[in-house]
């Protein structure tokens, strides 16, 4: 079945830094990627998604870039803020082995952005 | 993000006892989803219906149940066979396969 790979597992940042997190995945008719913002205690919430027809996508000081030959695709967040600082998930839906295009998440990323 | 509701928010039970976890959408969803989230663990998905009447199992989905008899609800149960039943239970649902999903704020069970 579909196995995404999330790195790093925290990652912390001087305010006005840039972030950028990585998610490998190893199902080859994946063609939706999602990531969402979790603050603690909170839903995940969607903040950008790209599919495979498309190499890269950005909104304000978010994008996403998506390399299908490699099966990878990154979160890059520029100028971060303090308010940036929460858990991010990445995932990729996975159509093998009986699945029907369900999401499969990685474990997560804590993002701590310092004043 | 408001069309998906969870309840209650927290939810505390001693070991032993059955639990339903609700879960109501109206966003018109065909699909709905139950995840669970444990610390450094991401989500796990537990039990998926695409349309109404039918769902299927997930990676996870010893010890628990689900019923879907009405396009907007989809209850989850928490049985006592599930061994480590302490954690946040999240719902989502999405247009249909493979698509975008929404999620509920989740409900935080603890057995003792």
């Known amino acids: 079945g579909e196995n995404v790979e999330q790195h790093p597992s925290t990652l912390s940042v001087q305010e006005g830094d840039s972030a950028v997190i990585k998610c490998t995945y190893s199902?080859?008719?994946?063609?939706?990627f999602p990531w969402y913002k979790q603050e603690l205690g909170k839903r995940p919430q969607l903040i950008i998604d790209?599919?495979?027809n498309v190499g890269e996508k950005k909104d304000q000081r978010i994008a996403v870039t998506l390399n299908k030959t490699a099966k990878h695709f990154s979160l890059h967040i520029t100028e971060t803020q303090p308010e940036d600082s929460a858990v991010y998930f990445c995932?990729?839906?996975?159509w093998g082995g009986g699945s029907q295009g369900n999401l499969i998440f990685g474990k997560g990323t804590k993002l701590s952005v310092k004043p | 993000d408001g069309g998906i509701t969870q309840s209650p928010k927290y939810l505390f039970r001693k070991e032993g006892q059955n639990v339903t976890l609700s879960c109501e959408q109206n966003?018109?969803?065909?699909?709905m989803y139950w995840y669970r989230q444990d610390p450094g663990q991401g989500l796990r998905l537990i039990y998926y219906?695409?349309?109404?009447?039918?769902?299927q199992k997930g990676d996870i989905a010893e010890g628990y149940s689900v019923s879907r008899e009405k396009k907007e609800s989809f209850p989850l149960t928490v049985t006592s066979a599930q061994k480590n039943p302490t954690a946040f239970y999240l719902c989502?649902?999405?247009?249909?396969?493979?698509?975008?999903?929404?999620f509920g704020p989740g409900t935080r069970l603890t057995v003792t």
């Open positions: 989502a649902s999405s247009m249909g396969q493979g698509a975008m999903q929404y």
């Open positions: 966003l018109n969803h065909d699909a």
């Open positions: 219906s695409q349309i109404v009447n039918d769902f």
């Open positions: 199902d080859s008719a994946s063609n939706y």
């Open positions: 790209i599919r495979s």
């Open positions: 995932a990729a839906n996975e």
